[in-house]
């Protein structure tokens, strides 16, 4: 077996074929100059009347104009929900209130294909991973708190959940359908309406969504979505109207949020950034745990809030495991986000770019050494190679601070104490993960690792059944499963 994957890896490279283009119709979707906002069920031109342009981030073309949404625009939305909770949708039967949430589901399987579409245009992800991660698990949250919506009080025993009202939602750029849903599905089951503004530059499957609420019926005014920029999400966060507030995005951002709403009462939660430990023992399986690691840090360009970003390998298969992590990384096809081929696409904007290329160049600069693969890059378009660095110190910035794009940084430790002391070093508390063949170990770092979540070989795996969320600078407050109920109620006892 050792003698046959020596002589693979010293094929040629010429040796190697192509992969021919198996690019994805674009024109499933069909996107229209403008979107205005959605507010009591109908498109609504914003009062500032102001738009910006989404682009496509794998060819910097515009692809259409939002509108921006202004203190008006939003305060109007806030309004329209208020109405329609109190006029409607609080009242009615929670079996009622299931099967509108069961049309929406059904609408995002029957519409997958266009939705992935879209979000691979708008948001730069392959068409891989936006067809078979972001829609369907979309589709799955529907269908999983579709059915919570008659039975909280099983739920919740011997106490008496009510909705809170109007809930408000601020969602990053990264999983946009999906965020969306893991924000509305829960607050809609609950019996509260919304109030919801997608991030700047992925707006896309939101609007194709405010389309599948008019055809799922929904009552107007339950779902409203309001488009702008960060001055967007704040007029949303100040509005006195609100009564739950729901963001996912940066630990800055989180932090602002949290100032502004000291004590205004509206129940919180804040899902915030990570830099997850993924652990891998001596006794893993490696190509396995090659596969998991590529998994946990190349998936969607690392664009992922739990990504494994920061590699823990024990001392004694370092070496192996790296030269199995470098051939593997050469072997990631990095392009066109529509190719059904590519695992790695564009990076969501320029801004994001920057970002990562600065964090890249202080890595450089404190002395850890970079490997990136050879990789042909298109030449419009935002792109980043999947990065790998070693001989990083715990203190480097790129071992400490989120970089958000595909680079991983591999640090080493000897004991399972070790790995336990260089995994909890950090602000933040997301995810994690561990690779051995031991259950006790996993169940031992389980217990020490402080994330919301720890995967044991696997990595970035999820389901609506399961909550997710952080501690510390990762936040509080769980989506997700049960637990991702409770956010979206009161009890009066
Ligand atoms: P961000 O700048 O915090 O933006 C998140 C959302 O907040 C966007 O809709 C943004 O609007 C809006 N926003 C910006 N400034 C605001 C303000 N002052 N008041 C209210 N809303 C404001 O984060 P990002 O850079 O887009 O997203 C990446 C971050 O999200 C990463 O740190 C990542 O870890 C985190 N994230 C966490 C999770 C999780 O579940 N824990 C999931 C995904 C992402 P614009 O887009 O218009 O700027
Ligand atoms: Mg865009």
Redesign the pocket.
Known sequence: MAQVEKRVSNLPATFEWEYAPAPEARDIVQIREQYGLFIGGEEVEPRTKEWFPSISPATEEPLFEVALAGEEDVALAVDTARNAFENGWSELAPSERAKYLFRVARLIQERSRELAVAESLDGGKPIRESRDVDIPLAAAHFFYYAGWADKLEYAFPNRTPRPLGVAAQ??????PLL?LSWKIAPALACGNTVVL?????TPLTAMIFADICRQAELPPGVVNLVT???T???H??RNDGIDKLA???????GK??MRELAGRNVKLTL????KAANVVFDDAALDQAVEGIVNGIYFNQGHV??AGSRLLVQESIYEPLLEKLKRRLSTLRVGDPLDKNTDVGAINSKAQLEKIRELVASGEEEGAEIYQPKCDLPERGYWFVPTLFTNVAQSYRIAQE?I?GPVLSVLTFRTPDEAVEKANNTPYG?SAGVWTEKGSRILWMAQRLRAGVVWANTYNRFDPTSP?G?YRE??FGREGGRHGLEPYLRFDE
């Open positions: 601020i969602i990053p750029w990264n999983f965020m503004k997608p991030a700047e530059t702008g920029d960060g967007t999400g704040a949303l966060v963001f996912t995005g940066s630990t800055e951002v602002l949020i899902e915030l950034g990570g809030c739990c989120e958000f997301l997710f952080g990762s936040g």
